[in-house]
């Protein structure tokens, strides 16, 4: 499984504990993500992650290039819908992607927890 993770500065902290939840599952996938994200998941959970650009420097548009070519699985956005983004066209690109190449994504923990539950199940 090939996963992205990208978390807006108001949601890192939910992904660092998402990712601690479900340590054992991501630790077997192939896990990229944008910048400051992927660093702290390798810092503060131990998580291998291939880290790209931020977000507001491409990170999002360099997943949706992969996402394109069939290198992404699946997408965990955790967004912080009550703060602005300078880089929204990007976001949205991305979230377009995803519903054109029918892949899950995920934007909120609730969403996040039960793609990642339905997964680690599986084996």
Partial sequence: MRIAL?????KKADMVELAREF?????GCTLCA???????????????VECLL????????QIGARLAVGQVDAV???????TPQPHEPDINALVRA????????AT??????LLLAQWSQRG
């Fill in 6 to 10: 990208i978390a807006h500065d108001g």
């Fill in 23 to 27: 340590q054992p599952f991501l630790a």
């Fill in 34 to 48: 944008t910048g400051t994200t992927g660093g702290r998941l390798q810092h503060e959970v131990g998580l291998t």
């Fill in 54 to 61: 931020s977000g507001p420097l491409g990170g999002d548009l």
């Fill in 76 to 82: 965990i956005f955790l967004r912080d819908p009550m």
């Fill in 98 to 105: 995803c519903d054109v190449h029918d892949i899950p994504c």
């Fill in 108 to 113: 909120n923990l609730a969403s996040a927890k």
